[in-house]
Structure formats: structure tokens, C-alpha cells
């Protein structure tokens, strides 16, 4: 075979292996950093990832993969899609309007010259990227849209690496997916502008050739959704007028599941490689062999990017070795997306279980993964003979390990019946006893569950982890924080409190520390959004809970008041799909399997005296599958397992849920099969768009449509407030409204939170008063 196998690499974390980015962008918005520093240290990731590449041996090593806080937004901001509410903080200049528009602006913050940028502005909306936990921002476009080219990143961050003596592909987000992941304010179709974004990207790619780049990569992920037939004559459109003779050869990037019948115009499209996802679906490489241009160059996504399971590398030589020589040895061998989505450096992790850490491959691995797989393909098996093998001794010893597999947990599953996921009254039965139970007022307040994740409440859990504070001190500390919490709910005069969350370091990792059949990483990191990483935990085997997880906290914080305090627990959905699964049995198995565990604890909450439980499923709607095809089986799964954990209770105990940054109206049937008490759900950056769903669809149970955006730091209003609870009353019943922010405030600080949700209270009183 002949030896023209390259390595190609779609993009690779950008935090740094030990959070680098997030500590450089906070010192930054702080003050403590100052713009330069802050470039400096971004420039310093870039360098590392580019000779990190260089060493493994990656022949297509990707540029502007790199993003300060999101690449959605870099595109935005390149092409000029800077929405005109920002115009009064762009004389702070291109770095405060990019976070402003990233976080919102307070209106007090300086620049260097301390000029002060008017009144706060909203940031954009934010939501996940595809079906991953990443987060990216909504660019705001409207009909008529100028677009002109304002930044250089792609060209600058290009010849940066050149600079290094390093060529790389620059990474873009093609036009089509730019456009398909944006919205319109007037609701307008964003497609429509795409004669005139072309425009610019074509300026954009001529730029990127005279600086030498002989190819590009395209990101077209959205190719793998459901299209129209305009969207699909789209892409043909775009992809005619962006094949010029001064634009770089281009790699069409399509990841995240199968072309599907989107295969038949990706094949016509004038471009001169085609990069397809073969983990998430494997049976999509003969159509694609069938389809593209013997002269195109295929990239086969062979390793996966969205999971930390070690490959099985003499299976894939195996599967390879025919499409290789069928394309007469021109291929290119790549994970199957962007890197982004796992950790770094599996190196790192020295208190991992030494059996599970064989069976596991993170970023930096899955690129070593690749390096064998090229030297095997290339005729030099015997050179990396010891580490094939050494892949299938780990995979072997997996299947068979008895730390994966437990009876118990089998034989319980196999136990459950319908009768377990119904409640034992309809929900307006529910409704007299709850009411009658909690004697809570018209539009009752309440928050989403946690508090500031101060940095003393970190320090506290750091130094308890590193055993420099005694676990006594360490719990008499987050009793005084939650006692506190209790108190000053009571004080600003919300009605149904929580206890803070202060003991969680994440809402999934600490359910999956106490999880049997789950592991944890020490520096597993993975972006979630701009500066907040977390660090999915790794389902490993049968998941079942050993003790009781929350309901010390719970009982202690009911103690402090009269007032209902909500239990607060993760739903089996959002602890399935915001952890690394296993790939040896279905997800809704495992899922099944958390669903029962949790409703233990569901159970014993009860049984201790809690009167509502809240069960979080904000990875519901993320979970959904791309394809709609596949929508109803998961939701069939998905809601069963919701209620498998929730419905074991009696009638009067309230079972809220709630759900962040979702498209609603794909799913709403399946919100009301949930069948909770109440619901509350991210509308505030939306400006209640997303309460559409459910007045649109005579949603009939309890609402909480959230009244401010917590994802920045600026203090809305109490008129703000009152504003969005009309809008709210205006598609729903006022009995089904509760008031509430869009989310956990966690990554706020105090000082924000303090005035926020005392406007919020005043705002619920407002409107009681006015019914
Ligand atoms: N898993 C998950 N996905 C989610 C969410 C979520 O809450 N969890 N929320 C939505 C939005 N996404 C979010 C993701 C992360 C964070 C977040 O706050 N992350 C924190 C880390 C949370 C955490 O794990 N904290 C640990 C570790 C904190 C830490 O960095 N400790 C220092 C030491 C602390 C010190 O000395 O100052 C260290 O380890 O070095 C803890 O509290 O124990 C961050 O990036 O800062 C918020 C929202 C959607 N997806
Ligand atoms: C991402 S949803 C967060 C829910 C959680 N109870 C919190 O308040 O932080
Ligand atoms: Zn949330």
C-alpha cells in the first residue's frame, strides 16, 4: 500500500491541559490580566497544540481552531454580525464588544482608559452545539443584514502558526451551518441571507490563499440533520460560489452522524475532499465510497471525539485496509469531530482505576490511536504490532471484567413494570392535595437550586481534597453556608427555597462520585460554555447507588425553616448524557439503571419529610437524536426513565423538573408525559420566545418561565421582570405560573445574585397584586 495515508486532526481542546484559558479569561475580565497578557497566553495554547501535533506525527494539523470563548461567535464577529445593541460598548474596542457579546455588559465596565460603556447590554442567546454539552452563541441576524469582513482571526491565527514553521488547514464553520444555527430577530429566514454572506467568505478564503494556505477545512456539521430540499439546493449554491480559483482547495467537515440522502448533493459539491463521521455512523462508508470522486480526497472519522473509549485498533486496520487500497492509498484517517468534546491528556490522571485507565483514550491518546493506525496501513504493521495488541488485551479485558458487570443491578432491571413510572393520581388530583399540603401564595418564587459557587466554597472543597482541612471542619463550613442561604431566602421572601447546592462541585460529577459502576477524573475537563469547563464522569460499568447521596443536606435544611426547602436531584437523562457512557450496552440501559438508583433516593427524600423534589433533566432535549427518524424511541426511553425515578411518591409530594437552553417544541409532548408537578425552563434571553411551546400547545401543569438570564452578570430590573411575567401571563393560565431565574446561579457572585432575586420577588408581588 502505497504511503500516502496523512493524519488529519479537525481540532483539538483549546483550554489548555490545565485549564489555562479559563484561568487567563477570568484574570482578564477581573482586571487582573491585561488584554496583552491575555493574548499572550492565548497565543501560548496555539503554539502548544500545533508542536503537541507536530510530535505525534499529524500531517493536516488544523489552525483557527482556537476560540477565546466560542467559534460560533468568532464567525459572527469575522463576518461583521455585530447586532447594533452593541454599538455603545465598541469603543472599549473588538475585545470588549466580542465578551460583550459573549456575556452581556454590566454598562460599568472600563477599559484601559476607564471610560465607562453605557447602560448594560443583554449578550446573545446561547445553545448547545448539536447534541453536545458544548454551548455556542446564537449569532442575531435580521432580514437585509450587512455583512462586511471585520476580522482577520482565521488569516491572523494561519500565519501565526506559519511563523512557528508549522502549515496548517485553517478550521471555518461553513456558511450554511453559520446561517442554519443563527436566528433572525424579525423571524425572518437566516438561509435567505445567504447571497450575501458569500460574499465574504470568498474575500475570506482568497485571503487565506495569499497567505499561502493551500487548504481549508469547511465545518458543515448541520449536513448531517434532516434538510429541505432548499436547504440542500443551499449548500449547492454556496459551495458553487465558494470554489473559485483563489480559494484554497477545500475539506468539507461533516460530523455528529451519516450524510443520509444529504449524500447525494454533498457528492456534486465542487470541493476536493470530504471528511465523514464513520463512529456515529459506521454504515454510511459504502454510500460515501459509491458517492465521492475518485479524485476526491476522503477523510474517514474513524476515532471517536465524542467518547474516552480506547479504540480497537485491529478492527479498524481490518475495516480499513479495503477502503485504503480501493482509494489507491489517498486517504486521510481522522477522530470523527473536533476534539473539543474530550479531555486532554489521559497522562494526567494518576488516581484512576489503573484496570479502567487501559480501557481509555483522551484527546492526545486518540491522536497516538491514529499513529498506529497510519503505520499499520502503511504497510509497517510489525512496528506497532506490541501496541495493536496491547489495544485488544485492554478491550478483552474490559468485556470480562467484573468491575463492569453486576448481577444484582440485572436482576433488578429486569423487575420493572409499567406500574412503576405512573403516580397514583392524575395531575390536577395532585394539584388540590399539593396546594392544600404547601399553602403557597399565587406565582409562587423559587430558583433553580444552586448558589454562588463562591471561590472560599472551592477553596474549602479544594483544600478538604488535598486533606489540608478535616472533613468535620470541611461540613461544619457548607452547614454555615447553607444555614446562611436558608436565611436569606427567608429574608428577601422567596417561598419555596433550596439549600445551595454549596457541598456540589458539579451536578452530575458529584451524583456520579457516589454511583457505583461511575468514575471521576482529576483534570478530565471539557468545555461547557466560554470559562466554564466540567468534568463529565465516566460510566464504566452497571450503575447502582450504594448509600443515600443527598438526603443529609436535604433534612438539614429543612430543619432551619418552616418554609418548603426543594429537594434537588440530576435526572437519570442529564446524568446519562452529560457523562462519558459506556459503548458495550445501549444507553437506555444504563439509563434505566441511574432512573432506578435515583428513585431510591426520590423515595428516601420523601420519607425523610422533603414535600417537593426537584429531578433536573436540562440534557433532555440535547439528548435528542440529530435525526428525526430516531426522535421517538429515545423519547419513549427517556420519558419512562423520568418517571421511573420520580413516580414513586405519594400524590402530595410535588415533583418539579427543569430543563436550560432548549428548543421546546421538538419535545413538548414529551415534557408533558413527564409528568411533573412543575417545570421551570430557561425563556429570559428569549424574551419568553420559548414559552411559545407550551401556550401554543395547552400545557397543563405548573410553569416557571425563567425572568432573568444568569449567565450574566448584570441585574435586571424588578420592571424588566414584571415586563417578561406579562408576556408570560398573556399565553398561559395564571395559576400554572411560578416566577424564577432561568437557571442555577452558581457561576454568579452574590453581590449580583442579592439584588436580582430581590427584584424578582418584587416583580411576583407586583403582579399578584395586579390580579
Ligand atoms: N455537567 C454540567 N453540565 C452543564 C451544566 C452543569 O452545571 N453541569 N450547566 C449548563 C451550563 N454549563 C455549565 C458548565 C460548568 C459550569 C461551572 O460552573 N463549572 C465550573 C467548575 C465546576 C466544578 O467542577 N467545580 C469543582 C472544581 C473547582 C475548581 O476549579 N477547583 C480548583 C481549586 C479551587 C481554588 O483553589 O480556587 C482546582 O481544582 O484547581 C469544585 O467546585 O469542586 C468552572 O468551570 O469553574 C457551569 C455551567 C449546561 N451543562
Ligand atoms: C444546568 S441546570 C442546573 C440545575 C441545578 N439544580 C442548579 O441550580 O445549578
Ligand atoms: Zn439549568
Same mark, same amino acid.
Given at each position: ?291 465521492? %470522486?475518485?479524485?476526491? &480526497?476522503? !477523510?474517514?472519522? $474513524? ?6 473509549? =480506547? +479504540?480497537? #485498533?485491529? /478492527? ?83 468485556? %470480562?471484567?467484573?468491575? &463492569?458487570? !453486576?448481577?444484582? $443491578? ?6 420493572? =413494570? +409499567?406500574? #412503576?413510572? /405512573? ?349
Amino acid at each position: 500500500m502505497s504511503g500516502n495515508i496523512k493524519i488529519a486532526a479537525l481540532g483539538l481542546p483549546r483550554i489548555g491541559a490545565r485549564r489555562e484559558l479559563k484561568f487567563a479569561l477570568e484574570g482578564f475580565w477581573s482586571g487582573k490580566l491585561t488584554e496583552a497578557e491575555l493574548l499572550a497566553k492565548a497565543a501560548e495554547l496555539r503554539a502548544e497544540n500545533w508542536r503537541r501535533l507536530q510530535r505525534l506525527g499529524v500531517d493536516v494539523i488544523p489552525s483557527n481552531d482556537f476560540s477565546l470563548y466560542d467559534h460560533v461567535l468568532d464567525m459572527a464577529v469575522t463576518v461583521g454580525a455585530v447586532p447594533e445593541r452593541f454599538e455603545q460598548v465598541k469603543a472599549g474596542g473588538v475585545l470588549a464588544t466580542y465578551f460583550a457579546m459573549a456575556r452581556g455588559s454590566t454598562g460599568t465596565e472600563r477599559d484601559a482608559c476607564e471610560h465607562s460603556h453605557g447602560d448594560g447590554v443583554a449578550a446573545l442567546e446561547m445553545t448547545k452545539w448539536f447534541d453536545t454539552n458544548y454551548h455556542y452563541m446564537v449569532p442575531e441576524l435580521h432580514a437585509g443584514q450587512a455583512f462586511a469582513l471585520a476580522g482577520e482571526k482565521p488569516v491572523a491565527e494561519y500565519l501565526e502558526a506559519r511563523a512557528l514553521g508549522i502549515e496548517t488547514r485553517p478550521v471555518l464553520l461553513g456558511p450554511v451551518s453559520f446561517l442554519k444555527l443563527s436566528k433572525c430577530v424579525d423571524g425572518s429566514d437566516p438561509l435567505a441571507l445567504l447571497p450575501r454572506l458569500l460574499p465574504l467568505y470568498v474575500e475570506l478564503l482568497a485571503r487565506l490563499r495569499e497567505a499561502g494556505a493551500e487548504w481549508v477545512q469547511i465545518d458543515e456539521p448541520c449536513l448531517v440533520l434532516d434538510l429541505q430540499e432548499r436547504e440542500r439546493e443551499a449548500y449547492a449554491f454556496a459551495f458553487g460560489a465558494l470554489a473559485t480559483k483563489d480559494a484554497p482547495k477545500i475539506m468539507l467537515a461533516t460530523y455528529f452522524g451519516g450524510l443520509g440522502e444529504n449524500l447525494a448533493v454533498v457528492s456534486t459539491l465542487p470541493v476536493h475532499g470530504l471528511h465523514v463521521d464513520l463512529v456515529r455512523a459506521p454504515d454510511q462508508l459504502d454510500a460515501v465510497l459509491d458517492a465521492i %470522486r475518485p479524485e476526491s &480526497v476522503l !477523510s474517514l472519522g $474513524v476515532i471517536d471525539g465524542r467518547n474516552v473509549w =480506547r +479504540a480497537d #485498533l485491529a /478492527r479498524l486496520i481490518e475495516r480499513l485496509e479495503p477502503v485504503v487500497r480501493g482509494r489507491q492509498g489517498v486517504v486521510q484517517i481522522a477522530p470523527s469531530c473536533s476534539l473539543i468534546h474530550v479531555p486532554i491528556d489521559l497522562e494526567l490522571e494518576t488516581e484512576l482505576d489503573v484496570d479502567l485507565k487501559t480501557w481509555l483514550a483522551f484527546a492526545l491518546q486518540k491522536i497516538e490511536e491514529l499513529g498506529v493506525l497510519k503505520a499499520a496501513l502503511s504497510g509497517e504493521a510489525a512496528r506497532v504490532g506490541e501496541r495493536i495488541e496491547a489495544a485488544t488485551h485492554a478491550l478483552e479485558a474490559r468485556r %470480562r471484567s467484573a468491575k &463492569v458487570h !453486576s448481577q444484582a $443491578v440485572a436482576a433488578r432491571l429486569a423487575q420493572v =413494570r +409499567a406500574g #412503576l413510572t /405512573r403516580r397514583s393520581l392524575d395531575f390536577q388530583s395532585r394539584r388540590k392535595l399539593q396546594n392544600a399540603a404547601l399553602g403557597l401564595p399565587s406565582f409562587p418564587t423559587t430558583t433553580i437550586g444552586s448558589f454562588p459557587q463562591t471561590p472560599e466554597v472551592r477553596k474549602a472543597r479544594a483544600a478538604h481534597r488535598r486533606g489540608e482541612i478535616q472533613t468535620a471542619d470541611y461540613l461544619s463550613y457548607l452547614r454555615r453556608e447553607t444555614e446562611a442561604a436558608i436565611r436569606w431566602q427567608e429574608e428577601v421572601g422567596l417561598d419555596v427555597l433550596v439549600h445551595g447546592e454549596f457541598e456540589r462541585n458539579d451536578m452530575v460529577q458529584y451524583f456520579g462520585e457516589q454511583l457505583s459502576g461511575y468514575a471521576f477524573t482529576s483534570h478530565g475537563w471539557v468545555q461547557s460554555y466560554g470559562s466554564r469547563y466540567v468534568r463529565p464522569p465516566v460510566i464504566f460499568g452497571d450503575v447502582s447507588r450504594p448509600e443515600p447521596m443527598t438526603v443529609d443536606w436535604a433534612k438539614f435544611a429543612q430543619s432551619l425553616t418552616d418554609k418548603p426547602v426543594k429537594g434537588m436531584l440530576t435526572g437519570p437523562v442529564t446524568m446519562l448524557q452529560w457523562s462519558f457512557p459506556r459503548d458495550d450496552v445501549p444507553r437506555e440501559t444504563t439509563c434505566r439503571q441511574i432512573a432506578l438508583a435515583l428513585r431510591d433516593e426520590v423515595q428516601d427524600l420523601e420519607a425523610a419529610g422533603i414535600s417537593i423534589i426537584q429531578v433536573d433533566e436540562p440534557a433532555l432535549r440535547e439528548g435528542l437524536p440529530l435525526k428525526q427518524g430516531e426522535w421517538h424511541d429515545y423519547l419513549e426511553w427517556a420519558v419512562d426513565c423520568f418517571r421511573l425515578a420520580t413516580c414513586g411518591v405519594a400524590a402530595e409530594t410535588q415533583i418539579h423538573t427543569h430543563m436550560c437552553y432548549a428548543e421546546f417544541n421538538d419535545i413538548i409532548e414529551a415534557i408533558e408525559a413527564l409528568d411533573a408537578d412543575v417545570i421551570s425552563i430557561e425563556t429570559s434571553r428569549s424574551r419568553m420566545e420559548l414559552l411559545d411551546a407550551f401556550s401554543s400547545h395547552a400545557y397543563g401543569k405548573d410553569i416557571g418561565p425563567g425572568v432573568f438570564d444568569i449567565h450574566s452578570p448584570r441585574v435586571p430590573p424588578a420592571e424588566e421582570m414584571s415586563e417578561l411575567l406579562q408576556k408570560a401571563k398573556d399565553g398561559l393560565k395564571p395559576w400554572q405560573i411560578w416566577v424564577n431565574p432561568d437557571c442555577g446561579l452558581k457561576t454568579r457572585a452574590w453581590e449580583e445574585v442579592r439584588p436580582a432575586l430581590a427584584n424578582m420577588v418584587e416583580a411576583a408581588r407586583r403582579l399578584r397584586s395586579s390580579v
